[in-house]
């Protein structure tokens, strides 16, 4: 598919919204901020210099984030859902 925000040819639009797309990059750095506030460094820092697949995999089922704490889990995986459905909607229904 063609994304509707930037134009640019993806085949996996989250991956897209999530990495890529020029369009979404506030909503984008907001969402990795909050990343960032939620996590213990370490994680965080793990979870930034992983690969690209590896950080859709955390951002989308943290299993990657199994060692930290459980309430720290069940926020940032709650988040990451509501924030990345955001970013997809957003792109899925822009109307140039
Ligand atoms: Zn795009």
Known sequence: MTCKACKIETNDVVKHAVLECQAVISLRDNLFERIVDILDPIDSV??????????????????????CKQEIWEQYISYCAIKISNLVQYLTQFNS
């Open 46 to 67: 793990a979870l930034f210099n992983a690969e690209d697949n590896i950080l859709i995999e955390a951002l989308l089922e943290a299993h990657v984030l199994q060692n």
